[in-house]
Structures are given as structure tokens and as C-alpha cells.
């Protein structure tokens, strides 16, 4: 009966959602600009818009002349002849590790090829980190050294010679940083052993277009960004059950929110955290996770998979456009509300996001928290129930500009719902409920979907910044 | 929290209750006049013998978004808490109906409603309703609010409710909706008239 054991085995597999492939991209980091873009594959090998790449670095326009694509960057004029391997750049020829491709008026060169066509333009030489597709041109990069700190908590200081701005997740037993637009280089071993008990270790690696800095430790983390931006300090995170229950306890009855936690214990040293408050501008939690799949959008589909994925493209987006942001989930890993609204909390956001995703219905639905009308003095918890209140009306303000711009494309309605923990968050916070664009299930998992609801709500947010930031 | 003896008393009465209800859910029907959208145009059932009163049910309807205000007459019980238990099981009734606008689960049953203090009605559903309740953010808070906001709209004096399973707390209905805190009946009738203003 072997072979039933392998059918078995074959429906398992198809029972497991496909995990969401990873976008590809590329960064480039330059005096002119630090920018990152899509790759695209071809064949099996990476491909990426040569138009796209030379836009930031100076003056390009294209065109197509009989059968070739003809370039122009600056004073230097260039042909390339879709499906050949060779290029002509200021009259000398140039030879490509694959063919051409011209894709609707769009020329593709294969990515490994930059090394030889970007100094033909520029003059200059440029730096491929081929692996992780990271490129310098006449750019020293930036450096950084680690520090673990030995204070009652342990910090771990990353001091950086420019300033950085990463985007920052966190999950049980790690922090990761992903530096995007920075032009970290390697500056040390690719993993450091701290001997610590709550920092364990952090790890440098190139990957993607980034650098992904993990920090280990049994207890959840935090960073904080001080010195303009060219440090972060992550220290062990206040714990849920410290940050949520004494503050109401403390806090006057006039609900003031549960304010944070680090370093306010009576008996400590005054704290040498560094007194700036984290520069996060949204917090983005991806609904579920772990073992809480939430709704069974179809027999292979788990909510929390594409809540995750909506929520990556979310925090890819805010990067993308220099936006500090700390994604609270970032794995497959289970979080409890009270967690999520701990953690959001203590990184004092701007904004924080919750993103679910439904099979029923179309569009998306844009929530803010549903709290009592009247608020009556029902106990020393009703200020953890209720932190919400006096963010309320920043977070409807977050609403309709959001709603504004999904409806653009989208089919979008605003609604308050008793969903925690927006009501436990204490600052501007809204939920989105994803449902297919066109009623099809097909588009929850779409790429070209994800991404049209992130940047809708980041074009949103971005828009109504200043005044989220007044609300904090 | 709860008397025992009115546990006891109310199973006795659990054989007829349910079959009242059935009478109920062939008799709900016409679209009450109130300020929420009302759209069923469904022949009235014809009176049936027995004393009954008209109450409004805010009906949940999926495709909508909305809860809609219908008339419907139901057995006519003595006391607040038997009147809040007749009033949910016609509500389950429509839910379970094969053509219901917002399918609940079979075997999905409000096992009691108690009215603990004079603002404070507790409803406790059994454990079907809530597992197998549809899980994501609109659909229970529909399930939530059309609780809440028939109570509410037929109980004078309700103000807040708490949602049991099976005489047990529970964090969500089913991964959304919080459960864990009392509803402000106030709070839900606002949102759901909004629902209503914005759900076309
Ligand atoms: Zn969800």
C-alpha cells in the first residue's frame, strides 16, 4: 500500500499554502540616490529595467528606432538589439551575460551585467555584490560597530558612521533590521556571540537587495533610534504583564495612557536609554499567526498567511519611501492581543495598523475601535479597555484619508468594530480587512493585489503624516 | 452569578420554547418603519392562536454589510428575561433558515438570556453557534450587533450585554469580535446606523 502513502503524502503538500515568494530587488547606492527596485526573472536568470536603474543617476530617455532600443544617459548614447548578447555604449561594444529583452517598449538587461554597463556610462567603477544584489557606485558605504552594553537590562548599541533607517520587526526570540536604502557594508563577523543571557548574539547579512541585521534573545526586544539617526539601542522590551496591568492601576482616572515602561521602575538608576523616542513612524501587525491560523479562507488558505503577506508589502512599501516602521510579526508566530498592544505601545508609532484579510465580500474595510459611548467608571481596568479614547479621532482622521485613496481603485467601506487591540493601542490605530478586489479568492494571494492595497494606504498615511505625528 | 433554580426552570420550559420558536421563524416578516433600511418584502405569515406581541428584529444581512429592522411577533412570555429569550431564538430562527440573509451554523442555539441587573443582560449561546460561527471581523460583529441591538431595542432599560459560551467567557466569537468586555448597547446602535448610512 505504498502507493496510498504517497497520495497521502501529495494532498499534505497541496494542503500547505504556498508560502508567498519573496519579491527580488535590487539596491543601488550612489551620491545621487539610494534606491531599491524589482528584479525580474527571464529564463531563469535575474533581470532588471535598464531605464529604471540610469533614472536617479542623471538624465535618460529611450526609444526605439527599426529594430533596436536607443538610450541616451547624459551626453552618452547607447544601442541595444533585443534577443543579442552585445550593446554598443559611446561607440564601443559591450558584451551582456544574456540576451536583451525589450518588453513592451521596456528594455531588460540581465542584472549580473550592470558591473560592465554602468561604468561604460558613468565613467566610473562601480561595486556589485552580486549575491545580494547590492550595488556602489563611487560610494564608501556605511560602516557600524556593535556594543553589548552589561547595564540591568542589557543593551546592545549599534553606533553607524551615516545615519540608517531601517525597518524593524520583531518575534519571539529575535529582532530583525533590514536596511534597505542604507548602503550598509559588512563591518565585522557575519555573527556576533554576546554571552548574554537576554541579547544572545546578532547576525550581519547581505541578502536581496538589503542587509538584514538579526538580534537574538529569549525576551522580546526593542530598538530605540537616538544621534540622529546613526544609533539604535535595543534593549529587552517591557513585559506584557508589566505594561499593561500596573499602568491602568497607576494611571489617574482621567485615563491617561499606560505610559511607557522602560526604565520607570521606582528603585532604578535613572535610565541611560537614550532619552530620544523611537523614530517609528507606523506600527504594522499582521493579524494571527503561529498557531491562531484566524479564517479559513479556503480549505488550503489560512488568513493569518495573507494577513502576513499584505503587512510585508505594507512595510516594503513604507520603507521603500523612507518610512520608519516595526513590523510585530514578521514570522509564522503566534502573538497574544495584549503582546501585540505591549509592543505597539512601547514603540510610541505614529500610527498603528492591524491588517486582516476575509474571503467574503470584495474590497477593503478600514476599521477603527468601537469603544463605549458613554465611559463610566467600571474599575481600575476600564483605562487598558479604553486606552484607545483620546486617539480616536486621529485614527478616524487615518481612516477616511486611507479610505479615500483605496477607493481611487478599490471597493472600500469604513466601519468601528470591537476588534482587539485597537482599543488597548495608544496611538492613531486602524484595522483593514482585505476581501478579494473582484470577488475572485485568487486575489488575496496576487502580488499585483497586495501591492496596490499597500501603497494606497501608505500613499494615505503619508499624507495625513504631520498631522498623525501632532497626535502622538 | 446565575440562580440555579431559574437554570432548572427554564430547561423545563426549553421543549415548548423551541417550539414556539419555530412557530416564529415561520413568522417573521414585514419590514418594521424605522430609521434603518428596511428592504423584506415578504408575505406576513398569518396569525397564529395564542397571545403574541410585535417586536423588531435587527436582522443581519451579509451581503449588505447592515443590520435591517423587521417586524415579527413572538409568543408573549410574563417576565424581561423569558421576553429576551423568545426574542433571540425568533432572531436564531432566521439565521438558520435555509435562505437566511446571515447563515449561522446548525445546531447554533442561545441556551439562556439572563438579565443579571437592571441594565445588564448576559447571553449565553452554546458552544456550536461560537465555534463554528464564521470567522473575520464584519461577519461577527453583524452576529454581534443584531444580538445586541434586538435586546436592546425590545427590553427597556438594557444598556450594556455580555456574550457567554456555554456559561464560559471567551476572548472572540470566533477570532474577531471581542468578547471579553461588556457591549455598550448605545455604542453598537450608533455603529450599526452607520452601517447603514454608508452600506450602499
Ligand atoms: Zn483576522
Known amino acids: 500500500m505504498r502507493w496510498i502513502s504517497f497520495v497521502l503524502a501529495g494532498c499534505w503538500l497541496l494542503a500547505i499554502p ?38 536617479p543617476l542623471g538624465g535618460v530617455t529611450a526609444k526605439i528606432e527599426g529594430q533596436k532600443w536607443q538610450l541616451r544617459f547624459n551626453d552618452s548614447d547607447a544601442q541595444f538589439t533585443p534577443d543579442s548578447n552585445k550593446a554598443r555604449i559611446r561607440g564601443r561594444d559591450v558584451d551582456l551575460t544574456g540576451r536583451f529583452l525589450l518588453e513592451n517598449n521596456r528594455g531588460l538587461v540581465p542584472v549580473d551585467s550592470l558591473v560592465t554597463l554602468l561604468p561604460n556610462f558613468l565613467g566610473i567603477p562601480v561595486v556589485f555584490h552580486t549575491t545580494a544584489r547590492r550595488l556602489f557606485i563611487s560610494e564608501a558605504g556605511t560602516t557600524y560597530k556593535t556594543e553589548l552594553k552589561k547595564t540591568t537590562p542589557p543593551k546592545l548599541v549599534l553606533n553607524f558612521s551615516s545615519p540608517v533607517n531601517p525597518t524593524i520587526g520583531t518575534e519571539p526570540g529575535k529582532l530583525t533590521m533590514i536596511f534597505l536604502r542604507d548602503p550598509l557594508v559588512p563591518s565585522g563577523p557575519e555573527t556576533v556571540n554576546f554571552n548574554d543571557k537576554a541579547i544572545s548574539s546578532a547576525t550581519f547579512k547581505e541578502n536581496n537587495g538589503a542587509v538584514e541585521v538579526t538580534v537574538n534573545g529569549p525576551v522580546p526586544l526593542l530598538a530605540s533610534f537616538s544621534n540622529d539617526g546613526r544609533t539604535i539601542t535595543i534593549a529587552p522590551a517591557p513585559s506584557p504583564a508589566s505594561s499593561i496591568t500596573p499602568a491602568p492601576l497607576a494611571a489617574p482616572p482621567t485615563a491617561t495612557p499606560p505610559a511607557p515602561v522602560a526604565g520607570t521602575a521606582p528603585s532604578a538608576p535613572p535610565s541611560p536609554m537614550p532619552a530620544a523616542t523611537p523614530r517609528y513612524f507606523a506600527v504594522v501587525d499582521a493579524s494571527h499567526g503561529g498557531d491562531e491560523r484566524g479564517a479559513a479562507l479556503s480549505d488550503k488558505l489560512a488568513e493569518k498567511d495573507v494577513s502576513l503577506a499584505f503587512a510585508q508589502h505594507i512595510g516594503q512599501e513604507l520603507g521603500s519611501r523612507g518610512i520608519a516602521a516595526l513590523m510585530l510579526r514578521d514570522s509564522d508566530s503566534t502573538l497574544t492581543v495584549d503582546q501585540r498592544a505591549s509592543n505597539a505601545n512601547s514603540a510610541h508609532p505614529a500610527i ?19 469603544l463605549p459611548s458613554a465611559r463610566e467608571n467600571r474599575g481600575p481596568f476600564v483605562a487598558w479597555d479604553a486606552a484607545q479614547a483620546p486617539f480616536l479621532s486621529a485614527s478616524q482622521t487615518a481612516a477616511l484619508r486611507v479610505a479615500a485613496e483605496l477607493r481611487k481603485t478599490i471597493a472600500v467601506r469604513i466601519l468601528a468594530a470591537p476588534l482587539r487591540p485597537l482599543n488597548n493601542v495608544t496611538s492613531a490605530a486602524i484595522a483593514i480587512e482585505v476581501a478579494p478586489q473582484t470577488g475572485d479568492l485568487a486575489d488575496l494571494t496576487s502580488s ?17 503624516r504631520d498631522q498623525l505625528e501632532s497626535s502622538r | 452569578m446565575i440562580p440555579r433554580h431559574l437554570e432548572i426552570g427554564m430547561g423545563v420550559l426549553l421543549v415548548a420554547v423551541l417550539m414556539m420558536a419555530f412557530y416564529v421563524h415561520r413568522m417573521k416578516g414585514r419590514a418594521a418603519e424605522t430609521g434603518v433600511r428596511v428592504a423584506d418584502t415578504r408575505p406576513v405569515a398569518p396569525p397564529v392562536a395564542g397571545p403574541t406581541e410585535q417586536v423588531i428584529l435587527y436582522v443581519a444581512y451579509d451581503d449588505a454589510g447592515l443590520l435591517r429592522a423587521q417586524s415579527a411577533r413572538v409568543p408573549l412570555p410574563a417576565g424581561r428575561q423569558q421576553r429576551a429569550q423568545e426574542l433571540l431564538r425568533a432572531l436564531l430562527g432566521i439565521y438558520l433558515d435555509k435562505n437566511s440573509p446571515h447563515p449561522f451554523p446548525t445546531g447554533a442555539e442561545v441556551r439562556d438570556v439572563y438579565i443579571v441587573d437592571p441594565g445588564l443582560a448576559v447571553i449565553d449561546t452554546n458552544s456550536v453557534l461560537a465555534d463554528n460561527h464564521r470567522s473575520g471581523i464584519l461577519v461577527e460583529e453583524l452576529t454581534i450587533a443584531s444580538l445586541v441591538r434586538t435586546l436592546a431595542a425590545n427590553i427597556p432599560g438594557i444598556n450594556r450585554v455580555k456574550i457567554l459560551v456555554e ?20 455604542a453598537i446602535s450608533k455603529a450599526s446606523d452607520q452601517w447603514a448610512a454608508a452600506g450602499q
Open chain 1, 18 to 55: 504556498a508560502p508567498t515568494p519573496e519579491e527580488k530587488r535590487i539596491s543601488i547606492y550612489s551620491p545621487a540616490a539610494d534606491y531599491s527596485l524589482s528584479v525580474t526573472e527571464r529564463e531563469g536568470k535575474d533581470y532588471v529595467g535598464l531605464l529604471e536603474i540610469l533614472e
Open chain 1, 448 to 464: 499585483n493585489y497586495q501591492q496596490l492595497v499597500a501603497s494606497s494606504i501608505v500613499t494615505a498615511l503619508a499624507a495625513v
Open chain 2, 167 to 186: 456559561g464560559k467567557e471567551r476572548d472572540t466569537l470566533a477570532g474577531h469580535a471581542d468578547l471579553s468586555d461588556f457591549y455598550d448597547t448605545l
Open chain 1, 352 to 370: 498603528y495598523i492591524s491588517v486582516h484579510a476575509t474571503s467574503e465580500g470584495i474590497g477593503v474595510r478600514v476599521y477603527t475601535a468601537l
